[in-house]
């Protein structure tokens, strides 16, 4: 029995992308979140992301990695067409973490300059990734109303790293600096029911594969389940508020996780939305051999040094841990 080389990368692809978006997300959240902080409270909240938000970057790099190698013809089109905010995304990355590194060394009005650097590297990059998904959705067709949804959907981006970031701080600190997560967590839930609301609404009508996958009745009726469930971990989120610590993390991780599983059921089976499917972006099943077989080498240390991280720095953050 053979495998599905090209279904197998795409699996792999995805769950890149969805661990990053996920794991940076929230990295790029706190970022987002600094100016409404005091000063100690930035440097704890700095230190709250300080020993994963690098290794988070990672699966950035498996998820083009993988688009690269296994589907050379996809990598040349999505890249060729989003080379603008492909580039901001990049600047706003190497922003962050330039002021990363330089706001525990600055002093005086350097240290705000850097700080407010730290926020506008984190929002850049959050708002390009969103725009690029816009544009993705649209297969990158000209026009001011496809531009205008793909800066729709990079706003609700954001918004969504707000909330994974919030979350994330009612997790990893106490005191007020927890007590401010929460409220940034209600207004961050307040953002995605906005940000996801119009995105809904407008992908039916910027994408006829979208529209015909989801509005296909009764044969599509069952998927109804997945706007449903988000509605109800929405709920649960805002009811644990207070309540608990973990659940508003797990619970906005569970939104994205559901999110995505309605994104690849409006793309699949192609790469290129009404362009080019997996099997015919993906490269010669020889080069998608060898390529495997480093990925499954590569995979366990990558996920193997994630949990151990995330075991070691446990806990909550104390300001002055990262320097």
């Known amino acids: 029995m053979s495998l599905d080389l090209p279904l197998i990368f795409g699996i792999l692809m995805g769950a890149a992308v969805l661990a990053y978006v996920v794991l940076d997300g929230y990295d790029l959240g706190v970022g987002m979140l600094m100016p409404a902080a005091s000063a100690a409270e930035q440097d704890v909240m700095v230190a709250s992301i300080g020993p994963f938000w ?10 083009v990695g993988i688009l690269l190698i296994a589907f050379p013809a996809a990598h040349g089109y999505i890249l060729g067409a989003l080379y603008l905010p492909v580039a901001a995304m990049l600047v706003g ?5 330039v002021a990363f590194e330089l706001r525990v060394k600055a002093v005086g009005w350097h240290a705000e300059l850097w700080n407010w650097l730290f926020w506008f590297g984190s929002f850049l990059a959050a708002f390009s990734q969103g725009f690029m998904l816009g544009r993705y959705l ?20 954001c918004g969504g790293y707000v909330l994974l970031g919030a979350a994330w701080l009612i997790l990893r600190t106490e005191g007020a600096l927890q007590q401010k997560a929460v409220g940034w967590t209600k207004w961050g ?4 029911a906005l ?4 995105v809904s609404l407008g992908t039916p009508m910027v994408s006829e594969i979208v529209y015909a996958r989801w509005f296909d009745f009764p044969r599509t009726l069952a998927l109804m389940v997945l706007p449903v469930a988000t509605l109800v971990t929405w709920l649960w989120v805002w009811r644990s508020l207070g309540r608990s610590e973990w659940k508003p993390f797990a619970g906005a991780v569970a939104i994205f996780v559901l999110a995505f599983i309605g994104l690849a059921y409006s793309v699949f089976p192609y790469v290129v939305p009404g362009w080019l499917t997996l099997w015919e972006a ?19 240390f990558l996920v193997g040094y994630t949990a151990f991280a995330y075991r070691v720095f446990r806990g909550k953050a104390k300001a002055g841990l990262y320097h």
């Open 93 to 97: 990355l190497m922003l962050r973490g």
């Open 189 to 192: 839930l307040a953002w995605v």
């Open 282 to 300: 993906a490269a010669h099943p020889s080069a998608l051999k060898v390529t495997l077989a480093g990925a499954l080498i590569v995979l366990p």
């Open 54 to 63: 690098d290794a988070n970057e990672t699966w950035l790099v498996l998820g």
């Open 138 to 157: 649209t297969a990158f067709l000209p026009g001011w109303g496809y531009t205008l949804f793909s800066l729709t959907v990079g706003a609700a981006l």
């Open 195 to 198: 940000g996801v609301a119009l």
